[in-house]
């Protein structure tokens, strides 16, 4: 129940005491929640809990500031705020501790997450955007402590950018701009390097961005001095706030038991950042942790007598109903009643969540015992499989792995039967694997039209007398045609805006389009991608640039913790289709090598990773991922945008699919898959090869994640019987994945007659140099070789050694 704040002197006094009421029984609620909470945890119900006691009283403040559109980037103490909105209920509450894997009775991630990460539903049915206006919203949670804040900056720059880029279509996603964005995090959390990364950029930006740091002096058991210089974030911190003449935060100060204070305070942060379009940091101090960090201990451990004793003195609960009884809004018989009935409340809510849990598998059950039984009166083997059907009966709260471990272990003992009974309990299996599953696994990736290997090709079109031009011309004029096409397309990067952006394939683009939708921006690649991850959930089609692939490592939390998972752990409720733009392969050195592919892939599944060999390719797979939901990481070759490419007629409209490869020469002796930069040295190679009688296939993989859907590599092999990966990642990295991918996926072995091989770069970093280059990754010496020694196994007198 959400309830806008108004000044006291502008209702009654009885309308305030309600107001006041309810807030309590907000409160209260909350508090039993978590308690409850902790017991069901230590009992074996639930697994895990880390709960939100002793924030309610500002989380109350600050749901009464937050409004309609705006947006939320907390973390997992923000229960309260969520029950004050309206988004959560006692029931919520324990189907979350749960992990119900129903989107009804946990709406947060439907299981996929442990209870306190918070989200809303910003996408229908159909996948397509709600009215973000008509709801309150927040964005999902991660457990990554201060992981929220990256993305906090982009939720509060896209209110800058609807306000002043009057071409963005904002129907349903901005009132102009009147959104603010509410981050909160803990204190201690506040060490974290993307906390003041994030603090520093949105200082630069001057965005409607409120921060409340929950201050309770602990992490986990680590007290303040360990964590914060001088003890207090707000005073280290005091040097951005804002003047007369210079811009900056305002900082508030506030402390976390005092509910009136609160209310005014939060009002004040709120009208500034919505108003004036400037940060805010608002400390709440002097709050408790009644329960410790989380289930995993006690504070009994750390905390002394005396602090213990201090936080149950000032519990920001026991607070608001001391200054009830003396204000006298609230007798002291008339809050025992609702404290009474709140305890109820919770326990039946409990009871309801734990049944609504463990009743479909109760049933479930049922059938399991029924079809064992049946199996033990069937089979000769009936004895062994009695102990099997008797852990399953004892097993009172038997979960759904409990069914399948008991069924699958059954099954062992009648392989060799083929009775009806026998029979039933294996499509029994089958079916409850194939139904339960996609609760565990789906929404990985989007599951609608708009799903980017949905993007059908749209091959260049070129004029009779198309004309060779930098490749980064065309990278160019494509991008000149997306920022026409798209009024909501952006993007931004380090030297992205003023030169266009190290390559020039922005040139000019700045001067068109103007500075906030081509933007640079410091050096800070964490925050870039939050950047586009809070622009992309508010609906505008963020271009996150990462000058360097190298550089990508400084963000590839934000990355994989965040952005690849959004997706999933929201069961398909949110979207963030950014696209993170950047370039790699063959440069010089340690820290410019580009091509640590195999981290990548191992790290973002959810997010597309395309590795085009040219800027005609690349450009098409911008295009592509504009028609579609996903985000995805394209890596341009760096030493390829003076290399000459023809224009084509219709940019801003071919796309390259995704999720297929290309066949760029036929051949019928081997097929060689590769990728990027390296795929030209094969090339080159393949025609060397020619003079010495051996005719190679040559597939340009283009698309890593996801690789060959059609699975065109193993119709080559077939054809070739052989099959050689090259590629300038490290041994053990693309490379493998990509022979994984070929070999297990695409049963690739039933044609081979030579053995499976790969070609990488040396298992260090490249070193400097152009002989550096040469000695650290495959040259076309290495692949010539390579392939030749391929064939000589088949045919020694053919292919003599060379070496």
């Avoid at 609702?338 to 463990?358: M, P, Q, S, T, Y």
């Avoid at 993007?455 to 065309?474: F, G």
Wanted: glycine residues 8%; charged residues 25%.
């Amino acid at each position: 129940m959400h309830t806008q704040s108004e000044p006291t002197s502008e209702i009654s006094f009885e309308d305030f005491k309600k107001t006041v009421l309810e807030d309590y029984k907000i409160a209260v609620t909350s508090r039993e929640c978590s308690l409850l909470g902790r017991r069901e945890v230590l009992t074996g119900k639930a697994k895990f809990g880390i709960f939100g006691d002793g924030k309610e009283v500002p989380q109350l403040a600050m749901a009464k500031a937050f409004k309609k559109g705006d947006w939320r980037s907390g973390y997992y103490r923000d229960q309260t705020f969520m029950m004050a909105i309206g988004e959560f209920t006692i029931a919520n509450f324990f189907a979350g501790l749960y992990a119900h894997t129903s989107i009804e009775n946990d709406p947060m991630s439907a299981g996929k997450q442990m209870g306190g990460h918070f989200g809303t539903h910003s996408l229908d049915e159909n996948g397509k955007f709600k009215n973000l206006l008509e709801q309150y919203n927040s964005s999902a949670d991660i457990s990554p402590t201060a992981g929220q804040m990256p993305r906090l900056l982009g939720l509060a720059q896209a209110s800058k950018i609807f306000r002043n880029v009057s071409e963005t279509e904002k129907t349903g996603l901005s009132n102009d701009g009147n959104e603010v964005a509410w981050g909160t995090i803990g204190n201690a959390s506040t060490s974290e390097g993307m906390f003041f990364e994030t603090i520093n950029a949105a200082g630069v930006l001057q965005v409607p961005m409120v921060i409340s740091v929950w201050d309770d002096d602990y992490g986990i058991s680590v007290h303040a001095k360990h964590q914060t210089t001088k003890e207090n974030i707000s005073e280290i911190l005091s040097g951005f706030q804002r003047t007369e003449t210079e811009k900056g935060y305002e900082i508030l100060k506030v402390k976390g038991w005092d509910y009136p204070a609160l209310i005014e305070t939060f009002e004040r942060a709120g009208e500034i950042a919505r108003t004036e379009h400037v940060p805010v940091i608002l400390h709440v101090t002097e709050l408790t942790q009644p329960q410790g960090h989380s289930t995993s201990g006690s504070h009994e451990r750390y905390k002394n007598s005396d602090r213990l004793q201090w936080e149950k003195d000032h519990d920001c609960n026991t607070k608001m109903r001391e200054w009830m009884l003396s204000n006298q809004i609230a007798t002291e018989e008339e809050l025992t009643e609702i404290e009474k009935d709140i305890k109820r409340n919770v326990r039946e809510g409990k009871r309801k969540a734990w049944d609504a849990f463990l009743n479909p598998i109760r049933e479930e059950k049922k059938q399991v015992t029924n079809l064992l039984e049946s199996l033990i009166s069937e089979s000769s083997n009936g004895q062994f499989i009695k102990p099997i059907l008797k852990g399953l009966v004892d097993e009172k709260d038997a979960l759904k792995s409990d069914l399948l471990i008991a069924a699958r272990k059954a099954l062992r003992f009648v392989s060799k039967e083929n009775t009806e009974a026998v029979i039933s309990l294996r499509n029994w299996v089958s079916s409850y694997i194939e139904n339960e599953q996609p609760n565990y696994s789906k929404h990985l990736y989007s599951a609608n039209d708009t799903k980017a290997i949905n993007i059908e090709e749209i091959a260049p079109v070129y004029d009779e007398k198309a004309k060779d031009v930098d490749a980064r011309v065309v990278l160019r004029d494509n991008f000149d045609a997306i920022f026409s096409k798209y009024p909501n397309s952006l993007v931004f990067g380090e030297d992205a805006g003023t030169i266009g952006d190290v390559n020039q394939g922005l040139e000019g683009l700045q001067e068109k389009y103007g500075e906030l939708r081509v933007a640079d921006v410091g050096i800070r690649e964490t925050t870039i991608i939050g950047q586009g991850i809070g622009l992309a959930l508010r609906g505008l089609r963020p271009i996150a640039e990462i000058q360097y692939l190298d550089y990508i490592l400084y963000a590839i939390s934000t990355l994989s913790d965040d952005l690849a998972t959004l997706r999933y752990r929201t069961h398909g409720k949110q979207t963030a289709p950014v696209i993170v733009r950047t370039r790699g392969h063959r440069l010089e050195g340690i820290w410019h090598s580009g091509s640590q592919m195999g981290s990548l892939l191992g790290l973002l599944r959810g997010i597309y990773i395309l590795t085009p060999r040219n800027m005609t390719k690349a450009a098409g797979f911008y295009n592509a991922l504009l028609k579609s939901d996903e985000p995805a990481v394209v890596v341009e070759c760096l030493n390829g945008y003076r290399l000459k490419e023809q224009l084509p007629l219709n940019l801003g409209e071919f796309t390259t699919p995704i999720g297929q490869v290309e066949v760029v020469k036929e051949g019928t002796d081997l097929t060689v898959v590769s990728y990027g930069s390296t795929l030209r040295l094969v090339m080159q190679v393949g025609k060397e090869l020619e003079s010495s009688g051996i005719n190679i296939e040559i597939i340009d993989a283009q698309s890593l994640l996801p690789f060959d859907l059609n699975h065109d590599t193993v119709k080559s092999i077939a054809k070739t019987n052989r099959i050689l990966v090259v590629d300038e990642d490290m041994p053990g990295g693309a490379s493998a994945y990509l022979m994984s991918q070929i070999l297990d996926e695409q049963k690739a072995f039933k044609y081979l007659d030579s053995a499976p091989q790969t070609l990488t770069a040396k298992p260090h970093r490249p070193a400097y140099g152009t002989d550096g280059d040469y000695f650290s990754k495959p040259s076309p010496e290495d692949i010539f070789e390579k392939i030749y020694e391929i064939m000589r196994e088949t045919n020694p007198q053919k292919y003599p050694a060379i070496r």
